[in-house]
């Protein structure tokens, strides 16, 4: 486990987004549907797309506090593989020419047990969820919020909320189209 060769984006994360970035050059990304170009990795475990001069959700405190999926709230256009609120986190990205790879290492605010997550993001549309197997977070909390949802929160798919948390060492693949 682990992102070989990526690129360590900073240490000691709890709210915080880390500037849009491009998608590699030859993509043609669809979220359910909507070709898009840029995505925003947020600290609090989700990743948001949207094209041109995609902006930060506008909701307080990085999103912080996870919600259903779809909603019309902010954020919208987001891949959630564990959506919570997280502190003292390590984000990393590695971009490759068809895949792109983020991974969330680092604890739950004001708690002690540890999450290791990654989404990976393949050229053709297919999405990975993978929980690490080194983490603790099926002990940490109930609160998570895991699913996918187009860019204008009306469509989307829910696989967890508030009921339980993925399983460390599993993953989830998903094609969004």
């Not at 900073?10 to 993509?27: C, K, Q, S, V």
Request: with cysteine; aromatic share 12%.
């Amino acid at each position: 486990y682990g992102v070989t060769g990526s690129t360590n984006l900073g240490n000691a994360f709890d709210d915080e987004y880390i500037p849009a970035r491009t998608l590699p050059a030859g993509w043609s990304f669809q979220l359910f549907g909507e070709a898009v170009d840029r995505f925003i990795i947020a600290a609090n475990g989700f990743v948001k797309f949207g094209n041109g001069t995609i902006a930060n959700p506008t909701c307080s405190f990085g999103c912080f506090s996870n919600g259903a999926i779809p909603s019309a709230t902010e954020p919208n256009g987001i891949l959630a593989p564990m959506w919570n609120d997280y502190d003292s986190l390590t984000l990393c990205v590695k971009e490759e020419a068809t895949m792109v790879t983020v991974q969330w290492d680092g604890a739950l605010y004001l708690d002690t047990p540890t999450v290791l997550f990654q989404v990976r993001l393949h050229m053709n549309g297919v999405i990975d969820f993978i929980y690490g197997t080194g983490a603790d977070h099926t002990a940490t909390t109930t609160s998570a919020t895991v699913g996918a949802e187009n860019l204008g929160g009306v469509f989307g798919h829910q696989y967890i909320f508030n009921t339980a948390v993925p399983t460390a060492g599993t993953s989830r693949t998903l094609t969004p189209m």
